[in-house]
Structures are given as structure tokens and as C-alpha cells.
């Protein structure tokens, strides 16, 4: 497995047009876009740094994993995610290390990438994704 480099910060926020703020108004950065990924309740804000970017979670639901997150740790950085190459294969060499996995096959995630998340009870409580973009 190759880990190519970190496609993004996901930070749990209430509310992305407040939470936004800071990053536009305050560090003059850009939200580029936002997206709502119904399968996973929640609204995307892409803020691009370099070759990764930071994204802002909001859930559209109450009882979406987001809104689950922030009323157990409150908003905070949520996840932190690797891009990969060909995540199937990375899948598989997980496995066959006997790592702990959330997802054992790739799902849609935020700006048509292909995700996975790693058990945090693997990663001494970071919630890891290993993301394939095309």
C-alpha cells in the first residue's frame, strides 16, 4: 500500500456558514464548494489548501453520524483522510494485516471520491479514511 499523500481534514462543525467564517474571513481561504452527500447525512464544505484540503461536516440530519460525533466530542476534527491509488487493493492488504475496518468495500464519498474508514480502535482513536480519487 501506498499512501500518496493526505487528501483532507474532516472537521465536524454545526454549521458550515458560521464555522466557514474563520476560514474565509479570518485565514483568506476559499470555500470552492459545497456538496450534500445524502448517503452519509451530511453537507460537505471543500476548502483547498495546496494538494489537500480541508473539509467542513454539518449533518442534514439528527441522526446523522456528524450530528452523533458532535454530541458525543463536539465539533472538532472528526477524521483525517489518505489518498491512495487503488483502494480495493489497499482494502485487501488491510485485511489480510487483520486491521479492523468500517467499511470492507469502497463507498461514495464527498467530491466523487471512492472512501473507506479504518475502526478507530486501529489508530488509537483517529477515525481514518483512505480515500481513491480519479
Known sequence: ????????IGIAVKSIEQAGKFYTDVLG??????????????NVAFIPITDSEVELLES??????VAKYIE????GIQHIAFRVDDINQCLEELKTKGVRLIDQAPRHGAGGAKIA???????NGVLVEICERD
Open 60 to 65: 442534514v440530519e439528527p441522526d446523522g453520524p
Open 29 to 42: 481561504l476559499d470555500i470552492e464548494d459545497i456538496e450534500t452527500v445524502v448517503e452519509q447525512k451530511v
Open 117 to 123: 474508514f479504518i475502526h478507530p480502535k486501529e489508530t
Open 72 to 75: 458525543k466530542r463536539g465539533e
Open 1 to 8: 500500500m501506498k499512501i500518496k499523500n493526505i487528501d483532507h
